[in-house]
């Protein structure tokens, strides 16, 4: 078990795959390694639900980090194509955060659910002696569609396309860039694009974007482990190679400075709100302009062959053991 961030493949396979508890028939998709968000069967249709911690770090703005983390949750359902729609939500607010600080939270979030057709259901809120910033509950999302038209993330096929959104480490650049700015010895200018790149990081729209466009066979919100983790979790899962032509890539202002004076590797660093989309080869034009017509930067990086594993310019690519961003932040707060 890795120390710091999700717990790394081989302890999720020899300690949680094999103790699910029961056994049921309308489990569709459960529980797996690098997977995004879990299927039921309901009376026929697919009820999409995911589970994700909730972080609230007050230096970016009530608003702004409620918002993000919202979008983090919702993002685990809407790359499988299926529209969030219900929301069930517990904050363990630490006592040290004011009424009116939560005030902002719940109605940032209550603005963007509206504003994207999801009800909350049910939830719990108190505060508690222990818990502190950021890290201040969870939450589970959920959408209802057709088992048909729910994008599998195993679901990549040889000859198709790869597509990948924003680019890598926009969200660790943006939050350390952010959070920690006065202690980068960069340009002011360079400083100002990396905390731009945190009105990059929400995914929602567009994975549901690209879903309608399509065809689209897989879909993978880049997370911890980073580009180069979404890319070999979607290989492994379709039991496929994916070439990637490095050169595609985009890379956006304040990247590659930023994790350069940090000697981070930005294709393992977590980037929410870029995804890695598998689209049918028919299909590209149509997802590529209904992205760009959003203002989302777009590029086709690669393809979807026979074999396994990820190639980057002919040479394989690893899946990261660790997110380097969780060492960074940790040596930043230090200081």
């Known amino acids: 078990m890795t120390d710091l961030g999700k717990i790394d493949r081989e302890f999720f396979e020899q300690r949680i795959a094999p103790n699910l508890g029961a056994s049921r028939d309308d489990v569709v998709i459960g529980p797996t390694h690098g997977v995004d968000f879990g299927v039921l069967d309901v009376g026929g249709r697919a009820l999409v639900t995911a589970t994700d911690p909730l972080s609230i770090p007050p230096a970016l703005g009530f608003e702004r980090a409620a918002r993000f983390a919202l979008d983090l949750v919702l993002a685990d359902v809407a790359v499988s194509g299926v529209a969030p729609s219900h929301l069930s939500i517990c904050f363990t607010l630490p006592e040290t955060m004011a009424d009116d600080e939560f005030a902002t939270v719940w109605e940032t979030i209550h603005e963007e659910c509206l504003d994207l057709g999801v009800s909350v259901v049910t939830g719990h809120t108190a505060r508690y002696s222990d818990p502190s910033h950021p890290w201040v509950g969870a939450a589970t999302a959920m959408g209802v569609g057709e088992h048909d038209a729910v994008v599998r ?183």
Request: aromatic share 4%; charged share 25%.
């Open 153 to 335: 993330p195993d679901g990549a096929r040889v000859g198709d396309r790869l597509l990948l959104t924003t680019g890598p480490a926009v969200e660790a650049v943006g939050l350390l860039s952010t959070l920690f700015g006065d202690q980068l010895d960069l340009p002011e200018k360079v400083i100002a694009d990396a905390r731009d790149r945190l009105d990059e990081v929400y995914a929602v729209r567009d994975a549901l974007t690209a879903a309608a466009a399509g065809p689209v066979t897989a879909m993978h919100d880049v997370t911890e482990g980073g580009l180069a983790g979404a890319l070999n979790e979607m290989a492994a899962g379709a039991d496929a190679r994916f070439v990637v032509d490095r050169e595609a890539v985009p890379v956006r202002p304040g990247v590659s400075e930023v994790c350069e004076l940090l000697e981070l590797d930005p294709w393992a660093m977590t980037s929410c709100g870029s995804l890695v989309v598998a689209v049918d080869p028919d299909g590209v034009d149509a997802v590529r302009t209904a992205l760009e017509d959003r203002g989302t930067v777009v590029a086709d990086i690669g393809r979807v062959e026979s074999g396994t594993g990820v190639a980057v310019d002919g040479e394989r690519l690893a899946h990261p053991r660790t997110d380097p961003s969780w060492a960074a932040y940790a040596e930043l707060a230090s200081e």
